[in-house]
C-alpha cells in the first residue's frame, strides 16, 4: 500500500468514527448542520474539488460531478425540510470513496504483479575492461563488448557465451520454471538470471535492440492499443453520464409539474427531488469505466506471466474469435537445427561416405553442409580437398584425397547424368557419387519441436477449427510431416511471396467473424504476419523484423504457448462481457426502482460502489492463468 492510499484510507476510517460518533450526539439546528459537515468535507473535500475544476474547465459530466450534485443535493434537501438527516449524503461520500480506494488498491496490486513479473531491467552490466571489472549502464554498452554475469545477476544485454556455464532462469520471460543450462557458444537473452556459473558473454546487440528492452516498451505501449469493448465504454459514458443528468433534472421537475397543473395534487418537490439525488448516485458509471480496462490490463499482464506478450488489448480481443491458424515450419514447428537422420544405399561404410561428405561441403556455411560437418565430429583438414565448385540450387563437386566428389539434390545428379535412388522419407536428400558412380544418399532433417504435436492437438481442443503449414520444402518431406503434426492441410514449395498469396486466400475463405492467425519467426513472415488478422512471432530466436511485424510475441518459442494465448484471451473477454452485463444490468434495474421511489440512497450506494467492488473484483480474476 503507498502513501497515497494509505493517506485515504485514515480519511475512511476518521469519517466513518466520525459519523458513527455523530449519531449519539443530541445536537440540533444549525450546530447539527456543522457538526456533519466535518466528516462530509474530510471525506468529500477531493471530490467536491474535482467537481469544480471539470464545470471550470467545461468537462462536467463525469463520476465526480454525479456525486457532488447528488450529495450536495442531499444536504441541501435535509436544510430544506428542516429534518437534520444528513447520514445519507456523509455515507453516500463515504462509501464513494471506500470504493475508490478499493478500485486504487486493487489496479496497485494489479500493476505490482505484472512489475514484479517483469522487473527484469538489469540495473548494470559487469563490463571486462583492461582483465578488470567495471559497472557501466547497460545503455552504455558497446555490440561486441565482454561482459561478465555472476551467479544471482541478471543478463543485461543480448550475447553470445564465450567462456563458462550455467543454469539461467528464464521464467520473467517465458514463464517457464524449469532452468535452462547453457554453455560457451550458446546464444543468451537478456532477462534472464544466472543461477549457477559465472558466464563471460560477447554482446551481439546494444542495449535499446536487446531484448528485455523490447519486452518492456512491448508491455508500457500494450495499453495504447484499446480494444473495441473498451472504446464502446468510452463512448458509452460520454453519451450516458449527460443523459442521465438530463433525466434526473426532468425527474426532479417534470412529474410536480404534471401533478400540480394537472392532476391537482400537491407538487411534492421534495420527495422528487430525492428521487432524482437516487437516481444520480445509482447512475454513476465507474464501474464499467474502471472494471473493463482493469480487465484487459490484467489479461495482458496474465499472458506475460505465461511468457506471451499481447501488444494491445485489440489483439487480446482478436486473438480470443481465432479460428484459423496457419504455420511456417521452420523455426515454429521445428527447431530450424538440420541434424544427419540417416544414410541409405551406401556402397561403403556409412563413416566413409559421411567424411567425404562433409569434406565436400567444407567450404559451405549453407546449414545443410554445417549439419554435415557436425555429424562427421572431426576437424575437417582441408588440404584433403581441391577443385570446390558450388552449382547453386544443386550442391557441390569437389576432388577429395584424389578421387571426384559430388553432393548434391535430384538435379545434380541429372546434371552430371549419374542414376540415382530416391528417398521417400521426409527431409532433405543429399545424394553422393564417386568417380561417376552412385554412392548412396545422406537424409538431414530438420528436429521436430518437442511439444509441436501436442500443440496442434490443443488448438483443436481450443475451438480452431483448421490447422495449415506454409513451407518451401518438397512437397513429399512437407506432406509427412503435417501428417505427423496432425496438420489440417500444408502448401509446400512456396517462396516468400507464395506464402502472402495463400493467406490472402483462407482470408478470403473464412467468415468475418472468424480470425485467422499466422505464425512464423523468420524475416521473410514479417509480411505474413502483417497480413494475417493477428500475427505471433517466436520472440527467442524470431527475427527482429517478425517479432516486430507481429502483435503477439511467444518468449520461449513453444508452439504449446499459441493455444494457451487464446484460452488466455477467452477468459478475459468473458470477464469483460461478464461485467458489462452485470453492471448495466443491475444499473438499470436500480434505476427504474429509484425513478418509482422503490430505492433509496442505500440501495444507490450498492447500485454504484458495490457493483464497482464486484466487478474490479471479477477483473482481477484475468490475471491469474497458470491453469488455463
Known sequence: MNKKQKKMLLRILTAAVLLAALHFVPAEGWLRFGLYLIPYLLIGYDILRKAWKGILNRQVFDECFLMAVATVGAIALALWEKSGDYTEAVAVMLFYQ???WFQSYAVGKSRRNISDLMDIRPDYANVERDGKLERADPDEVE????IVVQPGEKVPIDGVIIEGSSALNTSALTGESLPRDVKAGDEVISGCISMTGVLKIRTTREFGESTVSKILDLVENASSRKSKSEDFISKFARIYTPAVCIGALALAILPPLVRMLFMGLGADWSAWIYRALTFLVISCPCALVISIPLSFFAGI????????LVKGSNYLETLSQTRIVVFDKTGTLTQGVFEVSGIHHSRMEDEKLLEYAALAESASSHPISRSLQRAYGKEIDRSRVTDIQEISGNGVTARVDGLQVAAGNDKLMEHLGISYISCHEAGTVIHMAIDGQYAGHILISDVE???SREAIRELKKAGVRRTVMLTGDRKEAAEQTASRLGLDEVHSELLPAD??????ELLRSKTAKEKLAFVGDGINDAPVLGRADIGIAMGAMGSDAAIEAADVVLMDDDPLKISKAIRISRKCLGIVYQNIVFAIGIKLI?????????ANMWLAIFADVGVMILAVLNAIRALFVKNL
Open 301 to 308: 499482464g496474465g499472458a506475460s506471466r505465461a511468457g506471451v
Open 499 to 504: 506464402k502472402v498469396e495463400k493467406v490472402e
Open 143 to 146: 555490440t561486441g563488448s565482454v
Open 449 to 451: 519441436k518437442p511439444h
Open 98 to 100: 471506500v470504493g475508490e
Open 590 to 598: 436500480c434505476l427504474a426502482l429509484g425513478a418509482l421511489g422503490l
